[in-house]
């Protein structure tokens, strides 16, 4: 799209959003949590929404993001954070797709819950629960409290009585001990209305009735949201005549796989529902950000079905409360929307929104000391014996020894750079910069020594894009084994592609940049990945040199400086984007 589109857009969208707002309904954009943030379960407590999203084997795991507006929402912090609250589970997960699953959060005599599946770990408990008292804080989240799970997606209900349920996949319904983990005699309360995998179930209590509202019809293009109600919590569930009360199946619409929803109050009595959905249609081929998280307005008249207002990228309905960043609290996480302006110094810590695949090798990344012996700083990344393919199934090494850190990449159109210092001293010494969807599908471009073929070794960039490989010498008046920096950059122009180049990071403008490759989104879309999403990010390996867990002793660190992850539109149709963050205030500013 054309800036000047851009402009014309902004101007149409204020121009209508002012109309609207004197009807005192709102208009606010899909998706809310934009990138990879599939089957969102959200709660509304005093003033502030939480909510929880599927992470599978990414680590930190279960994300828990923080509103008072509905549109603005803060990381503040992870539910799983640390090893120790599931030991061995991470290292012992081969699969790609494996791991948590979609989570439900509750809150409940002051205590908020996280109950959730993990897949993977045969012959251990599978169910998990987490209890804090404080969301804002990784720490205040509990170790874990496993329980059976024979089925995915736990709900967490309390009945009036004091009874705690736990509905799963099927649709089952188990009472449950919340301290022990006990689970009774599995109920069956409904089949769904014969879509497949019904599941993703979240029972609410209203007027009398038990609503059981679920998922059906798998998590691709033909996900729906549907619905059943009864006066008894074991059943007989009588379903809704206007199944599905929400899906976007079998419609050309931009925004499809609506499914997997959850309903809440906001504090003036109004409902909403948030689900997920994937901004792909209608070709429904390139969708490299996965399953993203969708609000839409609910009416919910006493007595009465729920009313789901369709997903589309724009939106109205009730008022959204002020707009308000002011998350009180441990306060370090970023806005979903945010950049990231990452300089790593020391003693900060690395970035909430940094996240690795699998629980990262103790010490891999660490923030360099300033003035430290070797003079380096910034993220300090040990080489991990395993490139990033390095698939498990093998050796448990394996899954170990994978050094990747990234973030989500959060909207359609970004610019994503880094500057690497690194020096590699024998072959196939790699450290670079990656779109990554699973193990088996990335588009890297890494810094690496190479013998050529007279085994002299020469500093070379190598673009591999899925198994795709070019090779471009590192000028050599770059200096780089002098100390000299490379930035290495990941933008998106349109997008269906990644152009990944790089440049002399000390040279003022940006007349050294050489791009070095380019590869279609729809390498990262669905495929080993259509439950994931794209992470951008850096990482380093010695691709198999070594032995268990290392790499041969003095293999140099990798350091990365100035990580800048910008957004710079948000697509909401196949034709519209809004513009984000400095961008969309300048268009207004300019109105
Ligand atoms: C709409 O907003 C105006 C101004 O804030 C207020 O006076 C009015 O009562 C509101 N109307 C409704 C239906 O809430
Ligand atoms: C759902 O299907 C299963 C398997 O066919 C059956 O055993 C169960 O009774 C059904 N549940 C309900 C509530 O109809
Ligand atoms: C305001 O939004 C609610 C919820 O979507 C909807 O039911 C109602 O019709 C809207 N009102 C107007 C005036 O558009
Ligand atoms: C290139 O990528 C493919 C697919 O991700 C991977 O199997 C292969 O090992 C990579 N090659 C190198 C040299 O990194």
């Known amino acids: 799209m054309k800036i000047s589109a851009i402009f014309t857009l902004g101007l149409a969208l204020v121009g209508r959003s002012a109309a609207a707002a004197m009807e005192n309904n709102s208009t606010y954009y899909n998706p809310i949590l934009p990138g990879w943030h599939s089957d969102p379960s959200c709660i509304h407590v005093s003033g ?9 084997i990414a680590f930190p795991g279960l994300p828990i993001y923080a509103s008072k507006d509905l549109v603005n929402w803060k990381h503040v912090s992870h539910v799983w954070t640390r090893e120790s609250q599931l030991p061995g589970y991470s290292w012992a997960t081969k699969g790609q797709q494996e791991g948590m699953y979609a989570a439900t959060i509750r809150f409940h005599d002051d205590v908020f819950y996280v109950i959730c599946e993990y897949l993977g770990v045969g012959g251990k408990n ?36 004091g009874k705690v349920y736990v509905a799963t996949q099927g649709i089952i319904l188990q009472e449950m001990n919340l301290d022990t983990g006990e689970m009774s005699e599995a109920v069956s309360l409904w089949n769904g209305t014969g879509g497949v995998w019904p599941e993703g179930p979240h029972i609410y209590k209203r007027d009398g009735y038990y609503y059981l509202m679920i998922a059906e019809g798998g998590t691709a293009e033909d996900h729906a949201i549907t619905i059943a109600r009864s006066k008894n919590i074991k059943g007989p569930y009588e379903p809704y005549a206007n199944n599905p009360i929400l899906s976007n199946r079998g419609t050309q619409e931009y925004f499809q796989t ?22 792909s249609g209608p070709a429904y081929r390139s ?84 003035g430290n012996n070797n003079n380096k700083k910034g993220l300090q990344v040990t080489l991990g014996r ?15 020894a994978v050094s990747f850190l990234g973030r989500r990449q959060t909207h359609s159109l970004f610019t994503f750079s880094v500057d690497l210092d690194f020096a590699p001293q024998a072959a196939g010494q790699e450290a670079g910069v990656v779109a990554f969807l699973t193990q088996a599908a990335t588009i890297q471009l890494g810094v690496v020594l190479l013998d050529d073929d007279d085994s002299q070794q020469q500093l070379s ?13 590192v000028p050599a008046e770059w200096g780089v084994g002098s100390g000299e920096a490379i930035r290495l950059e990941i933008r998106m122009v349109k997008p269906t592609e990644y152009v990944f180049s790089a440049m002399l990071a000390s040279s003022s403008s940006s007349s050294s940049k050489v791009e070095l490759g380019t590869a279609s989104a ?39 400086n100035r990580w800048r992850y910008t957004g710079n539109a948000q697509y909401i149709s196949e034709t519209e984007a809004v513009p984000t963050g400095k961008g969309a205030c300048k268009v207004r500013k300019t109105l």
């Open 461 to 473: 960039f190598r673009f591999n894009a899925s198994g795709k490989i070019t090779t471009t010498d």
């Open 258 to 279: 609506v499914g997997h929803g959850d309903l809440f109050q906001d504090g003036e009595g109004n409902w909403w529902g948030t689900s997920l959905a994937t901004r």
């Open 522 to 560: 729809e390498l990262l879309s669905g495929g080993s990945g259509s439950f994931v999403g794209t992470l951008i990010g850096v990482y380093a390996t010695c691709n198999g040199a070594g032995k268990g867990l290392d790499c041969p002793e003095g293999t140099p660190n990798a350091y990365f």
């Open 287 to 370: 969708y490299p950000m996965g399953r993203e998280t969708v609000l839409f307005p609910v009416t919910w008249n006493t007595g009465e079905w729920p009313i789901l207002q369709p997903v589309r990228g724009k939106m109205s309905g009730w008022p959204l409360p002020p707009a308000n960043r002011d998350i009180p609290g441990s306060g370090d996480g970023p806005f979903v929307s945010d950049p990231d302006v990452y300089d790593f110094h020391e003693p900060s810590t690395i970035p909430r929104n940094l996240i690795h695949w699998r629980v990262p090798r103790d010490g891999a990344f660490t923030i360099a000391a300033d």
């Open 126 to 161: 599978s169910g998990v629960l987490f209890k804090s008292s404080d969301p804002l804080s990784d720490s205040s989240w509990s170790d874990a409290v496993t329980f059976p799970a024979p089925k995915i997606d736990p709900d967490l209900f309390w009945d009036d009585d």
């Open 48 to 56: 502030t929404f939480y909510c929880v999203t599927s992470t599978f």
């Open 386 to 400: 395993n490139s990033l393919s390095g698939l498990p199934g093998g050796p448990e090494p394996a899954a170990k």
